[in-house]
């Protein structure tokens, strides 16, 4: 994916977060130490953004103003966003707000662990303009500005838990690429320390692609963009095409140095591009214990990577190149239909050519226990 290309994308969702009202109720709010609670509704239960967002009778409708409230607040704890169930039409939101060393938790507002709450699941639809979904991604985490000592990577601790998100074109982005430096005019390079250490559990993600909401390509429902120490478990990934075959859409697409990420447990049916694919340096990835049905692709896994050959065309925009992933694990999970794994190029102990190297010991993946 091209520098260019994701700075289109954030700054197209950038531009969707507008001030609402001259002076809402929120402005007024101190600022407070320790955990804090913010509070979601749809409008036909109260919602709405001049609220202050700090108790359940006074919710927002957006999570763009749940942003502004916490970086007024400033809080130094843990923070959690309660949802109540409804249908939420929303924009693309791009989130930088984080507290280091805690955690950002989105949740149905009668969550209380262990399971899925009574009252399915708050739903996010992409919005509709002349009968057509926009085309966005729903959430996009990239590293806050330079005051932030986030500023070049580390432990987000974003935690999203049973909601569902439908018609965008994608629906989480991890990207620890956006406003670094990610190539050096011939190799990517590792942009930062990463937006690291989420978790994405028990969401449904139905009907994503730009099948669905044209305006942009998708390359993953979930893509991680340098993105590291990620649990990604008990999802389900449902009706996940793009128009095009040939631009495929992939549910998870871990790329660019995106390392030590857990994927287990989730249902991936119907989509039209594999599964998992793994791309450039992202190691140490763990998928286990999954249910693969009518994935489309090659494999239920891909590990996929532009070498030296790869970027001696004259494609456009301009290629860089990339090195082969290693120490990823693909295990006893159950693939209803197709093909366990492929490796493009082929090769478990093919690097990618000088400098690209694999350790002593290592592969690009090894399998075991899977079932058809």
């Known amino acids: 994916m091209t520098g260019r290309r994701w700075s289109m994308l954030v700054s197209l969702a ?125 959430f996009t985490a990239i590293l806050p500005p330079a005051s932030s000592p986030l500023h070049n990577g580390g432990n987000t601790g974003l935690r999203f838990y049973y909601l569902a998100v439908e018609d965008y074109t994608q629906g989480i982005s991890f990207n620890g690429q956006a406003g670094h430096t990610w190539n050096n005019g011939t190799f990517y390079v590792k942009p930062s320390a990463g937006v690291n250490g989420n978790a994405v559990s028990g969401m449904t993600f139905h009907d994503i692609g730009d099948l669905f909401a044209p305006a942009q390509t998708g390359y993953g429902v979930i893509l991680f963009t340098d993105s590291s120490n990620d649990v990604i478990a008990n999802n389900t990934f449902d009706h996940i095409y793009n128009g095009d075959d040939h631009d495929q859409l992939h549910p998870l697409y871990i790329t660019h140095f995106s390392s030590s990420n857990t994927v287990d447990k989730n249902l991936f049916e119907d989509t039209n591009g594999e599964a998992v694919k793994v791309r450039d340096r992202s190691n140490f990835n763990n998928v286990f214990d999954n249910t693969f049905n009518a994935t489309g692709g090659v494999a239920a896994y891909l590990d996929d990577f532009c070498d030296k050959q790869c970027v001696s065309g004259t494609s456009k925009p301009k290629k860089y190149r990339e090195c082969a992933s290693y120490g990823n694990r693909f295990a006893d999970n159950t693939i209803v239909t197709g093909t366990w794994s492929d490796l493009i190029p082929p090769g478990e102990t093919y690097a990618g050519g000088a400098p690209c190297s694999i350790p002593a010991g290592k592969v690009r993946l090894t399998t075991a226990g899977n079932k058809t």
């Open 14 to 138: 950038v531009a969707a977060i507008v001030g609402v009202g001259s002076a809402p109720a929120w402005a007024a709010a101190q600022p407070r130490t320790g955990n804090v609670t913010i509070y979601l509704a749809p409008a036909a239960k109260g919602g709405k953004d001049s609220n202050t967002g700090l108790t359940l009778s006074s919710p927002l409708l957006t999570l763009v103003r749940a942003q502004q409230v916490l970086t007024r607040l400033n809080p130094a704890g843990n923070v959690t966003i309660r949802i109540t169930q409804g249908t939420y039409v929303a924009g693309a939101i791009t989130w930088s707000f984080y507290v280091p060393g805690h955690t950002i938790s989105f949740m149905p507002v009668n969550y209380s662990g262990g399971g899925r709450p009574p009252g399915g699941d708050p739903v996010f639809v992409d919005p509709v303009s002349n009968g057509t979904h926009i085309g966005q991604t729903w």
